[in-house]
C-alpha cells in the first residue's frame, strides 16, 4: 500500500530519501548521484520511478537549467507537518490486530505528540481486533509506526501476508517460516513460508482515547 500519496512502494522509497536526505548533497543530485547513494544498480530503473513522482506532483521535471532532481513544494510540505512538539502523520487505515484483513488506504493525517515518533518516516494504524489485548494494545488504539522492511525477532510489527492482507503482530524470522505471534493467551501464533510476509514497519508509539 502507498501510506502518503498514489505512488508504488519503490517511489515511496525514492521519495523518502529524497526528503530525509537534503543536506547529503549541496545541490539536488543527479540521477546517477542518486544511484550510488541508494546503492543502486540500475539507473533506467531509478528514472522510472522518479518519472512516476514527477506524475505525482512531488518532483520537478528536468529542464535545460536544472538536471538534478529537485523535490516541489508540495513534497516538501509533507515534510514539514512536524511543529512546535506536535506532528501530523498520516492515517493509512485499520489494522487487524486478530485474523488479518486487509489493508485500507484511506489516507488523512492525524497530529500526536512528536516524542511518539521517530526521526524516521512512521505513519499511524488504527487498531481493530483483540490478539494483542496482553500486551496492552486495545481495539480502537491508534499506533504510530516507522516505515521499515525489517526487525528485530520479538519486536512488534506491521506485517503484509500475501500483499494482500496486513496484520498486527509480534514477529520471529527462522530461514524457512516466519512465525506471527499475537499477544493473547487464547490464540495461536500464525505460520508461513518466509517469502509470504513482508514487514512494513515496526511499532514505535501508541495511543488511545477514552471518550465514549
Not at 187 to 211: C, D, F, H, N, W
Request: glycine residues 6%.
Amino acid at each position: 500500500m502507498a501510506f502518503r500519496y498514489n505512488i508504488t512502494r519503490k517511489q515511496q522509497q525514492v521519495l523518502d530519501f529524497l526528503l530525509n536526505s537534503q543536506e547529503q548533497f549541496s545541490a539536488p543530485p543527479t540521477l546517477e548521484e542518486l544511484c550510488r547513494a541508494m546503492g543502486l544498480k540500475s539507473r533506467g530503473s531509478l528514472h522510472k520511478h522518479i518519472q512516476g513522482l514527477i506524475e505525482a506532483g512531488l518532483v520537478e521535471a528536468p529542464n535545460r537549467k536544472q538536471r538534478g532532481v529537485r523535490l516541489t513544494e508540495l513534497a516538501l510540505a509533507e515534510h514539514e507537518h512536524c511543529t512546535s512538539g506536535a506532528c501530523e502523520l498520516p492515517l493509512v487505515g485499520t489494522i487487524a490486530a486478530g485474523k488479518p484483513i486487509e489493508a485500507i488506504e484511506d489516507i488523512t493525517h492525524m497530529q500526536i505528540p512528536e516524542q511518539l515518533k521517530t526521526d524516521k518516516t512512521c505513519y499511524i494504524l488504527q487498531v481493530k481486533g483483540d490478539s494483542m489485548i496482553d500486551d496492552g494494545i486495545f481495539p480502537g488504539d491508534w499506533v504510530i509506526v516507522e516505515q521499515r522492511s525489517h526487525a528485530r525477532n520479538g519486536e512488534i510489527v506491521v506485517a503484509l501476508i500475501d500483499k494482500a492482507e496486513a496484520t498486527l503482530k509480534h514477529i520471529e524470522q527462522y530461514p524457512h517460516e516466519t512465525v506471527l505471534i499475537p499477544a493473547n493467551r487464547e490464540m495461536q501464533p500464525m505460520r508461513y513460508a518466509s517469502e509470504r510476509v513482508e514487514i512494513q514497519g515496526v511499532l514505535v508509539g501508541q495511543m488511545r482515547s477514552y471518550k465514549h
